[in-house]
């Protein structure tokens, strides 16, 4: 009998254990989908979800960064986001959140990432909204018509796609337009995680001269070096002596600073450091303050003496995904990206989670 259930990792309640549960499988919606979730990626965001740094409706299935196979179609689903045919059986990527439409930022001011009443897979689509697999920690999730879904090449490597699934949309709406790496530019990158290597492969394939990356602890960076992203890797997280590492950054991008720095950290005081990073009309990429961590004191002296262009950047649309996707040869052909992963069975979804936190990990993906 083909199976009609599916099982999801739940988050009930703010900061205890998630729970894994299994739910009826629904006929696929018109205009939607149903995929076989074979990766859900853990995201940091996701830990902040779990403490409950962030106002979301519970209970929800967790996970908005996912691959997987096309199990059934719904009326009226025949194409991909690029125009390709879709088919069940077909391997395939979907944007986490479907903007209104109707909203301001939608309607006048052309930007759906700001869009009031965005609804996001894993996010906040709690159960009792239905239906209840709505989120990637899940070995099916049902999507909803509207969701940005893409085809992934042949050939390419799951874990490898994975790895920068959320990070990589968004830098490439950073990238591609609040702030472009111009040829032959110096950029400093502020973060070794997800995101910052994101960022650091992004500007390498745009033609930067030199990508510095600053970021810790040690096996961070070092997993980064082997995986050829970015040419000057600092530990700042395991020295006493932030000053010289922010020095030799400055050295290492030429001595007057850095034509592009991008914060990718989420840590309030970089900020204040990443200012003093970049030369003289150059440009500041704010992208890591994703959750709301606290204030921190910055010097506006260094914004107006440097005259500096500072850019703030706020995750990302589905043209984002396409993007990615369509970059996924060049990147893995560059770029070691599958080793960047750590896969877990979905039952070890607790233990992944952990690994995220403790910065034990470079990317946990969870498995079904």
Not at 176 to 181: D, T
Not at 263 to 278: D, F, I, N, S, Y
Request: with cysteine; proline share 6%.
């Amino acid at each position: 009998m083909t199976q009609r259930t599916g099982r999801a990792v739940v988050l009930e309640e703010f900061a205890q254990p998630l729970r894994l549960r299994e739910f009826p499988l629904p006929a696929a919606p018109d205009g939607g989908m149903i995929v076989a979730c074979g990766y859900g990626g853990v995201c940091g965001t996701d830990l902040h979800l779990q403490q409950g740094h962030l106002d979301i409706p519970l209970p929800l299935v967790l996970g908005h960064e996912g691959l997987g196979v096309v199990r059934e179609l719904g009326a009226g689903t025949h194409q991909d986001a690029t125009g390709a045919p879709l088919a069940a059986g077909d391997t395939v990527m979907w944007a986490s959140s479907i903007a209104c439409g109707v909203c301001p930022p939608c309607r006048l001011h052309r930007e759906p990432t700001l869009c009031e009443r965005r609804r996001t897979y894993g996010v906040n689509r709690a159960l009792t909204d239905g239906p209840e697999l709505s989120g990637a920690w899940a070995d099916h999730i049902v999507l909803q018509p509207g969701t940005t879904v893409v085809k992934v090449p042949d050939g390419t490597d799951p874990l490898a796609a994975m790895s920068l699934a959320c990070a990589g949309p968004t830098v490439a709406h950073a990238l591609y337009e609040r702030r472009p790496v111009r040829l032959g530019e110096t950029v400093v990158v502020q973060g070794s995680g997800p995101v910052g290597l994101a960022a650091a492969a992004f500007a390498q394939l745009a033609g930067a001269a030199k990508v510095v990356v600053i970021g810790g602890p040690a096996g961070r960076l070092d997993r980064a070096a082997a995986a050829g992203i970015g040419d000057v890797h600092l530990n700042i997280a395991d020295t006493a002596d932030t000053a010289e590492i922010l020095h030799r950054a400055r050295a290492a991008a030429g001595g007057d600073g850095a034509d592009l720095v991008i914060e990718c950290a989420g840590v309030p005081a970089a900020v204040g450091q990443g200012l003093t990073l970049a030369r003289r009309g150059g440009s500041y990429l704010v992208i890591g303050q994703y959750t709301d961590a606290g204030d921190t004191l910055i010097n506006p002296h260094q914004i107006v003496h440097r005259q500096l262009d500072v850019v703030g950047s706020w995750a990302f649309t589905g043209a984002h995904l396409v993007e990615y996707v369509r970059l996924l040869p060049a990147l893995t052909s560059r770029f070691d990206l599958a080793s960047l992963v750590t896969p877990f069975p979905l039952e070890q979804h607790t233990e992944a989670l952990t690994a995220v936190g403790d910065g034990s990990v470079m990317k946990a993906v969870l498995t079904s």
